[in-house]
Structure formats: C-alpha cells, structure tokens
C-alpha cells in the first residue's frame, strides 16, 4: 500500500493518498490510516466515526463489486470546514441512474445496504460510473462543530 503525503497543499489543507490492491485484507489498513491521518489533524469522533463508515462502505464496494485490475485510489482531503475522500476503481462500472435515490433494501435482503449508508453518513455525495471505465465516488462530511483551525499535531477537538 503506497502512501504520499507530500503533494503541495495550502496550509490549511492535508492530503493523503493510498493505491491499495483490490482484495480485502487492505480495507482496514486503509481506514486505520485514514482515522490517523484525520485525527492528528483534530477530526471529531463524531465526525470521524460517520466519514470511516461511508469510506468503509465505498471502499468495500469497490473491492468487492469493481472487478478492478489495477489499484483502488483513495485520497482523503482535510480542511478548515470537511474532510472529503474520492475512491477511484478502473473497474466494470454501472449504471448510475439506477441508484439516483438509494434506499434501504428490504430488512431480509442479503445487500444493497452500501450506498444507502454512504448518503446518511455524509454531506458531501456524488458517483461517477462509466462502463468498462470504472468508478468514482466523491463523499464527505462538513465538521458538526464551527470551523477549527487544522492541527498539524495530535490535539483532538473538545467537544462544544
């Protein structure tokens, strides 16, 4: 799993990416390490807790449901006011339109939870899919609390 926190940034902004193989022994890296990354820069349980179960979710869905050949691309961007990821696969895709308006599949169902879920944890949602071309879901949340200046050491916010 590569990662790279170097790229040129405004200072008050935090990026980090990882490339990660499509099998699922990864997905918990990848949470881990964005759970690090977001909380040495103040992210909010809160917060945190609803943007890692959307992550898991797209992340999960890529994996398992993309049939990607090459690596899955998370990058994961901290500002003053959200923190917003963007999973990219080169995978099968699907067709958008057909979950213009996910709801949650009957209680019996054995799927369909995944999107559903990624739209109630955040507040930032979008899904680009183009066939054989692969997928890419944009989602994020805005801080419950005011705007906080980003930490670059491991103070986490107080609750208000």
Not at 4 to 19: G, Q, T
């Amino acid at each position: 799993m590569g990662r790279n926190h170097d790229k040129e940034m405004a200072p008050s902004e935090a990026v980090l990416d990882f490339r990660v193989p499509p099998v699922p022994h990864v997905a918990r890296a990848v949470r881990d390490g964005v759970a690090e990354f977001a909380q040495a820069r103040g992210v909010g349980r809160e917060d945190l807790g609803h943007f890692l179960s959307a992550l898991g979710e797209a992340l999960a869905n890529a994996i398992e449901h993309s049939r990607a050949t090459e690596p899955i691309a998370v990058q994961v961007r901290i500002d003053r006011e959200s923190i917003v990821a963007t999973i990219a696969d080169n995978g099968v895709g699907f067709p958008v339109e057909r979950f213009a308006e996910p709801c949650l599949p009957d209680p019996g169902a054995e799927r369909g939870r995944g999107l559903p879920i990624m739209r109630r944890c955040c507040d930032i949602f979008s899904i680009q899919s183009e066939r054989d071309k692969g997928t890419s879901i944009v989602l994020g949340r805005y801080f419950q609390a005011a705007a906080q200046p980003l930490s670059m050491t491991s103070k986490r916010r107080q609750p208000a």
